[in-house]
Antibody
Framework: EVQLVESGGGLVKPGGSLRLSCAASGFTFSTFSMNWVRQAPGKGLEWVSS????????YYADSVMGRFTISRDNAQNSMYLQMNSVRAEDTAVYYCARSHSTVIPDLDYWGQGVLVTVSS | EIVLRQSPATLSLSPGERATLSCRASQSVTSYLAWYQQKPGQAPRLLIFDASNRATGIPARFSGSGSGTDFTLTINSLEPEDFAVYYCQQRSNWPLTFGGGTKVEIK
């Protein structure tokens, strides 16, 4: 069974940093690209970042470019999102999701999400 | 950036009725469009990929159609568990983008 479990969320002050993790199991992690998608409270879905299976390619939304860094460790079946210089508008539930299709993906499995709250 | 507009914002229907949801793209996405269902407090679930292909385990009452800029998600004979928010997503161009969602609520 495919499982994605996010961790690392919490309350962080504006300008601070946080690192989210996504632990994957039930599939060959090293062969799938992975993604982060977020959802602000009461709002819709917003794609944040994607990383290819070998980390060769990384993509970011304009809203987080230069502040967030996606990475992965295939030996640990894990993906990460380093969030720096966070802003109030980064407050959201962050989901990790597996890519279903190659190149530019749709997303077939999602974690339960982790809440990040940016507030002083 | 490709903008996806979903309509209506809210659809009020009764169990057993048919739901027809629309997603319109600001430019052609060929057939690279997916649909997701999200229930309160849950992660989204992939329903349809590449406009018309049901994802694994998705019941046959869900169907997708369209190409280019206009797409439709149809839910035949709504079941109680189908009342949720539905999002479309394009994978034609970076960045991935989602529509604003359609809420299907019980009338």
């Amino acid at each position: 069974e495919v499982q994605l479990v996010e961790s690392g969320g919490g309350l962080v002050k504006p300008g601070g940093s946080l690192r989210l993790s996504c632990a994957a199991s039930g599939f060959t992690f090293s062969t799938f690209s992975m993604n982060w998608v977020r959802q602000a409270p009461g709002k819709g879905l917003e794609w944040v970042s994607s990383i290819s299976s070998s980390s060769s390619y990384k993509y970011y939304a304009d809203s987080v470019m230069g502040r967030f860094t996606i990475s992965r460790d295939n030996a640990q079946n894990s993906m990460y999102l380093q969030m720096n210089s966070v802003r109030a508008e980064d407050t959201a539930v962050y989901y990790c999701a597996r890519s279903h299709s190659t190149v530019i993906p749709d997303l077939d499995y999602w974690g339960q999400g982790v809440l990040v709250t940016v507030s002083s | 950036e490709i903008v996806l507009r979903q309509s209506p914002a809210t659809l009020s229907l009764s169990p057993g009725e048919r739901a027809t949801l629309s997603c319109r793209a600001s430019q052609s996405v060929t057939s690279y469009l997916a649909w997701y269902q999200q229930k309160p407090g849950q992660a989204p679930r992939l329903l349809i990929f590449d406009a018309s292909n049901r994802a694994t385990g998705i019941p046959a009452r869900f169907s997708g159609s369209g190409s280019g800029t206009d797409f439709t998600l149809t839910i035949n004979s709504l079941e109680p568990e189908d009342f949720a928010v539905y999002y479309c997503q394009q994978r034609s161009n970076w960045p991935l983008t989602f529509g604003g969602g359609t809420k299907v609520e019980i009338k």
